[in-house]
């Protein structure tokens, strides 16, 4: 019997234009009323998940940015997992060489440098699962982070980086040339301590070893009481992976790549056809 379900937001439990249909709405909170635990996990921070699920008028626990920190549906901070400074300020060199353009993720909210790149890479990981949707409409959406002060422009990400008020949760890496994504990934495949993974076509997401989604939600489960083998994940990218590999019901998204959908126990329909919604009915 599941007990715990832990969704993926952009490509799963949202539409290409960011938000969540009614009947993933209604699934979760049925799955609700059946005292079933429903997290999201995503690689997103608190402020811009929070956001859209606000919206949606669901309120539930969000493991933020792969797992670098795990909210209650209330909004207090349960765990966190911060890359060391060090290792984010090597990470950040060795990515500044390589002329890759990066975010930062910390315990106050995402940070940019460059407020049209911004745009371009959280259009790319809307788009990643549905390449037929609207562009416009995705752009739109993706402006929408800076027009709601969801993202920060910031002027060097030193300050982040030298601040004892900043805890630096994850980098988020993006460029349009595979070369250098090869050679990025080259370059940071050895730093002790760092895991890579990825979350949309042309991105590197990069946080601490502990922060992982299948780390924080063992984690959480553990704390409620639930076994992983009664815990259902569901996701589309690979940042989702290590939740794949822990839980006893792991959902590929129908438009997940092939690779994806291998690693998962079953496929269910995709974002835009409220795939989420239909996989916690199947186990309702």
């Known amino acids: 019997m599941i007990k715990c379900i832990a969704s993926d937001m952009d490509g ?17 909170k049925k799955a ?31 493991i933020c940015a792969n797992g670098a920190e795990v909210r209650s549906a209330q ?28 975010e930062v993720y910390t315990n106050q909210g995402t940070y940019t440098v460059d407020e049209k790149r911004g745009i371009t890479i959280m259009a790319d990981i809307f788009l990643s699962g549905n390449q037929e949707a609207d562009v416009k409409k995705v752009l739109k959406a993706a402006e929408e982070r800076f027009e709601k002060g969801l993202v920060h422009k910031v002027d060097s990400y030193d300050v982040l980086f030298e601040s004892e008020d900043h805890q630096i949760y994850k980098l ?8 250098r994504m090869q050679e990025a990934k080259e370059a940071l495949q050895n730093f002790e301590g760092l895991i890579i993974s990825s979350s949309g076509h042309g991105n590197l997401e990069l946080t601490s070893k502990s922060a992982q989604k299948g780390v924080a939600l063992e984690a959480f489960v553990r704390e409620k009481g639930i076994s992983l083998e009664e815990t259902m994940a569901l996701g589309d990218n690979y940042n989702d ?26 496929v269910t329909l995709t974002n835009e056809e409220s795939g989420v919604g239909k996989a916690i009915l199947d186990v309702l």
């Open 241 to 266: 992976l290590s939740m794949f590999k822990v839980v006893g019901r792991a959902v590929a998204m129908g438009n997940a790549d092939d690779y994806i959908k291998s690693q998962c126990h079953m």
């Open 32 to 62: 609700q009323e059946k005292g079933i635990e429903v997290v999201v996990a995503t690689g997103r921070s608190y402020q811009e998940a929070i956001f859209v699920l606000e919206e949606a008028g669901l309120e539930c626990p969000i």
């Open 172 to 179: 988020l890496a993006f460029t349009f040339d595979p070369g």
């Open 75 to 102: 909004g207090q901070i349960v765990s966190n997992s911060p890359l060391d400074k060090e290792l984010a300020t090597r990470t950040a060199k060795a990515l500044t060489e390589l002329e890759v353009y990066y």
């Open 12 to 28: 799963t439990l949202l539409t290409a234009t960011q938000t969540v249909t009614d009947e993933n709405i209604a699934a979760i």
